[in-house]
Each structure stands twice: as structure tokens, then as C-alpha cells.
């Protein structure tokens, strides 16, 4: 079970520090990797990079030895509640520029807040400057990834792409929406319409889909509140991420539950799955526009998704 970020002690945090530092040393050895070949300057920088990684976990681990001593517990980025879930960059070939500047700035952004919050929660003079020092060196990142965009990337492209704010602003707002959206849309699409078939009846399934909707908002919201307290990541305070995600879920399944009040059956599944097609197309409209996934791969796994769930309300309710 993860643990919350202000309940780590002094060891735990710098043992933590640790842990990031390699994996961070080991993100830009795949960037090296995958960059070589059409960008061999990039390759080089972020090779820099990494050897940069490198002397700060060696600065880390002496300075826990100093304090703690030898052994250093294992304590990764997914035993603590707050860190971005990263994207494989090992899985990503031919590796692109754009993903890597992106990837580089939300993480040396996470990275940095780490290193303010943790400064904040040491009291030991000499953890505290070490910290003070390694967030620096994560802003000097950060600023070495944006004057790669601008040696790399042209300006009709740059005019494209988002700053860093707005891809935080996707991991506040877009992707809990999003996530309550498709549970909501498709989750509910079974009780519904298995009411609506088994009853020949349009209020019983309204009930059925306004009770299936309801509850999976706030069940959404409570897990997307509970995941991750948005401390270290910038996600936003969980609440309010929680409050948008279980929003999103009950709009999801009232969507196409509002035709059923219809009182002529034909009229309302009709309606009902009309509201089910422009729900579908929704959600793939925003992953492809927000969540980089290429519109036939979205189209085909939310459709694939939904008439999955939707065959099998209509099978059960007519069994």
C-alpha cells in the first residue's frame, strides 16, 4: 500500500531521492538511445544529462551514509502517493522529439516539486541544502529541454504544441474527466439497457440508469480523490480532481439514461442509443486531441469497448 508523502521521515525521504535520481539517470539513457540516430546533439545533451543524474545520486548516497548509514532501503516512486504514472520510453520506437521534450518537462517538473516539498519536511541542515542544490540542478533541466524546442523544433510547429502548464492542466482537469466520461458512458451501458429490454418498460430503465449513474459517480470520485493527494505531481487538490472525475461519471451514464423518459419505448432506445453513438464519439475526440492517441486507434478501442458492454446488456436482459 502506498504512503503518503508527509509521513515519510528524513531516511525514507532521501532513500526516496535516490530511487528517482537512477530512474531518472536511466529515462535519459533511454533518450540517448532512441535519439541518437536522428538527433545525435540531443543524444549528447541528454547523455550530459545523465551523467548529471548520476554525481546527484552519488552525492545522495554519501550524504546517507553519512546520516543513516550503509543500508538503503529500497523505496520507489510507486510506494509513495503523489508521482505521475511514466510513460515506458523503452516501448516508444522511433522515438520523436516532441515526445522526449514532453516527457522531459513534466518529468523534471515533478522531479523539482519533490525536492521544494521535501526541503520542507527535513529538518537536518546539511539533507536540506543537498535538496536545495538538486532542485536547482531540476530547473536548469527544465530550461535545457525548453532551448531544446527552441534549436530543434520550427515555429510553425512550436505553435502546435502546449506549454508545460497546459499538460498539467490535462493531469488536473482532462484526464479524471475523461477517465469518469468513458467509465460513465460505457460502465452504465449494461444495466440500462438490460432494464430496458427485460421490462419493455422506458421509467424502469430510467431508474435503473439514474441509480447506476449516481452511484458510479461517486464511487469514481471517491477512487480518483483517494489515488493521489497531488502534492508532488501538481495534479490539483484531490477533491477538487475527485469532484470533476464523479461529475464526469454521472453525466457519462445520465446521458443516454434522460432518453428513457420517453414514454414510447421504440422512441426512447432509439433516442438512447443515438445519445450512446455521440457519447462514444466524444470520448474519442478528447483522447485523440489530449491524450496523444491516433483517432482510428480511439475510435476502434471505445467502440470495441462499448458495443462489448452494450451486447451484453442487451443479451442479459433479454435472456
Given at each position: 500500500m502506498?504512503?503518503?508523502?508527509?509521513?515519510?521521515?528524513?531516511?525514507?525521504?532521501?532513500?526516496?531521492?535516490?530511487s528517482?535520481e537512477?530512474?531518472d539517470g536511466?529515462?535519459?539513457g533511454?533518450?540517448?538511445?532512441g535519439l541518437?540516430?536522428?538527433?545525435?546533439?540531443?543524444?549528447?545533451?541528454f547523455?550530459?544529462?545523465?551523467a548529471?543524474?548520476?554525481?546527484?545520486?552519488?552525492?545522495?548516497?554519501?550524504?546517507?551514509r553519512?546520516?543513516?548509514g550503509?543500508h538503503?532501503p529500497?523505496?520507489?516512486?510507486?510506494?509513495?502517493?503523489?508521482?505521475?504514472?511514466?510513460m515506458?520510453?523503452?516501448?516508444?520506437?522511433?522515438?520523436?522529439?516532441?515526445?522526449?521534450r514532453?516527457?522531459?518537462?513534466?518529468?523534471?517538473?515533478?522531479?523539482?516539486r519533490f525536492?521544494?516539498?521535501?526541503?520542507?519536511?527535513?529538518?537536518?541542515?546539511?539533507?536540506?541544502?543537498?535538496?536545495?542544490?538538486?532542485?536547482?540542478?531540476e530547473?536548469?533541466?527544465?530550461?535545457?529541454a525548453?532551448?531544446?524546442?527552441?534549436?530543434?523544433?520550427t515555429?510553425?510547429a512550436?505553435?502546435?504544441?502546449?506549454?508545460?502548464?497546459?499538460?498539467?492542466?490535462?493531469?488536473?482537469?482532462?484526464?479524471?474527466?475523461l477517465?469518469?466520461?468513458?467509465d460513465?458512458?460505457?460502465s452504465t451501458?449494461?444495466?440500462?439497457?438490460?432494464?430496458?429490454?427485460?421490462t419493455?418498460?422506458?421509467?424502469?430503465?430510467?431508474?435503473?440508469?439514474?441509480?447506476?449513474?449516481?452511484?458510479?459517480?461517486?464511487?469514481?470520485?471517491?477512487?480518483?480523490?483517494?489515488?493521489?493527494?497531488?502534492?508532488?505531481?501538481?495534479?490539483?487538490h484531490?477533491?477538487?480532481?475527485?469532484?470533476?472525475?464523479g461529475?464526469?461519471?454521472?453525466?457519462?451514464g445520465?446521458?443516454?439514461?434522460?432518453?428513457?423518459?420517453?414514454?414510447?419505448?421504440?422512441?426512447?432506445m432509439?433516442a438512447?442509443?443515438?445519445?450512446?453513438?455521440?457519447?462514444?464519439?466524444?470520448?474519442?475526440?478528447?483522447?485523440?486531441?489530449y491524450m496523444d492517441?491516433?483517432?482510428?486507434?480511439?475510435?476502434?478501442?471505445?467502440?470495441?469497448?462499448g458495443?462489448?458492454v452494450?451486447?451484453?446488456?442487451?443479451?442479459i436482459?433479454?435472456s
Amino acid at each position: 500500500m502506498a504512503k503518503n508523502f508527509k509521513d515519510l521521515t528524513e531516511r525514507e525521504i532521501v532513500a526516496l531521492a535516490i530511487s528517482l535520481e537512477e530512474e531518472d539517470g536511466r529515462i535519459y539513457g533511454d533518450f540517448v538511445d532512441g535519439l541518437r540516430e536522428t538527433y545525435p546533439a540531443s543524444a549528447k545533451m541528454f547523455q550530459e544529462m545523465q551523467a548529471e543524474e548520476s554525481e546527484h545520486r552519488s552525492s545522495l548516497i554519501e550524504l546517507y551514509r553519512q546520516r543513516f548509514g550503509e543500508h538503503i532501503p529500497l523505496i520507489r516512486r510507486q510506494d509513495v502517493k503523489g508521482f505521475v504514472q511514466r510513460m515506458p520510453m523503452w516501448l516508444v520506437r522511433p522515438l520523436g522529439i516532441h515526445t522526449v521534450r514532453r516527457q522531459v518537462e513534466i518529468m523534471e517538473l515533478e522531479t523539482r516539486r519533490f525536492y521544494e516539498r521535501a526541503m520542507q519536511q527535513v529538518s537536518d541542515a546539511a539533507v536540506r541544502k543537498l535538496l536545495g542544490d538538486l532542485a536547482e540542478a531540476e530547473r536548469k533541466h527544465s530550461a535545457a529541454a525548453q532551448d531544446l524546442e527552441r534549436k530543434i523544433l520550427t515555429d510553425e510547429a512550436r505553435q502546435g504544441e502546449d506549454v508545460t502548464e497546459r499538460r498539467l492542466f490535462v493531469l488536473q482537469i482532462v484526464q479524471p474527466g475523461l477517465a469518469g466520461l468513458m467509465d460513465g458512458s460505457v460502465s452504465t451501458l449494461a444495466p440500462v439497457f438490460a432494464s430496458a429490454v427485460a421490462t419493455q418498460n422506458p421509467w424502469d430503465a430510467f431508474l435503473v440508469g439514474m441509480a447506476a449513474s449516481i452511484g458510479a459517480g461517486i464511487s469514481m470520485g471517491f477512487a480518483e480523490a483517494l489515488s493521489d493527494d497531488g502534492s508532488l505531481t501538481g495534479r490539483g487538490h484531490p477533491w477538487i480532481r475527485g469532484l470533476v472525475c464523479g461529475l464526469m461519471t454521472t453525466l457519462g451514464g445520465i446521458g443516454h439514461t434522460l432518453p428513457f423518459l420517453i414514454g414510447n419505448f421504440k422512441a426512447a432506445m432509439t433516442a438512447a442509443i443515438a445519445v450512446v453513438l455521440v457519447e462514444l464519439a466524444a470520448i474519442t475526440w478528447i483522447r485523440a486531441k489530449y491524450m496523444d492517441t491516433p483517432i482510428w486507434s480511439a475510435a476502434l478501442q471505445v467502440g470495441f469497448g462499448g458495443a462489448l458492454v452494450f451486447a451484453t446488456g442487451i443479451f442479459i436482459g433479454g435472456s
